[in-house]
């Protein structure tokens, strides 16, 4: 009985070898994984500059905003106090500003500075013998993003149009058609 038992469990052993499982022939292998990676990775290049630009732009149009901001409430305080130097309005409003205004670009830099330019600060230039405010906003490559010029009564702003390329770029892609 012993033998019997024994040649079962051999049989029992040999049906389970004979039917063990193929290996998995829709496996995933590392290289399958790996060009799946290499080609979402060069779908992102191919798309990210539009994002990059697109950031840009939301970063320039705060700073115009900004720029917007210190505007009305210049011109208010000028009607509200005609005889009060631009440079006393200047200072008041650049301090009153910053407290509720961030900078796009750093959190440690002011949104607004006096005479000084900074990566995106809104940069206030007064002069008292004019009367007049200066109101100015850069971009990273150093293109005008806003000036206006606040002279009570009366205001002349230029705004950069963010829709539209740079002459730079338009300068960049000539050079690049031009040598091919």
Do not use: H, W
Not at 65 to 75: Q, R, V
């Amino acid at each position: 009985m012993d033998n019997n038992k024994t040649e079962i469990e051999q049989n029992k052993t040999d049906c389970e070898t004979q039917t063990a499982k193929p290996e998995n022939p829709n496996k995933i292998t590392l290289f399958e994984i790996f060009v799946l990676l290499l080609i979402i990775f060069c779908i992102f290049l191919y798309i990210s500059p539009n994002f990059l630009v697109k950031l840009d732009n939301r970063k320039y149009a705060q700073m115009q905003t900004n720029a917007g901001i210190f505007t009305s409430k210049a011109l208010a305080e000028f009607s509200a106090n005609s005889k009060m130097k631009a440079s006393v309005i200047s200072k008041k409003l650049t301090e009153e500003l910053n407290a509720i205004n961030k900078n796009p670009y750093s959190k440690k830099t002011p949104a607004y500075t006096l005479g000084e330019k900074c990566q995106g600060c809104v940069t206030i230039t007064p002069d008292d013998k004019l009367n007049s405010i200066t109101v100015e906003a850069y971009s990273n490559e150093d293109s005008l993003l806003v000036r206006t010029v606040i002279q009570p009564p009366s205001f002349v702003t230029f705004t950069r149009d963010l829709t539209i390329p740079d002459k730079k770029d338009k300068k960049k892609e000539d050079k690049n058609n031009n040598g091919k």
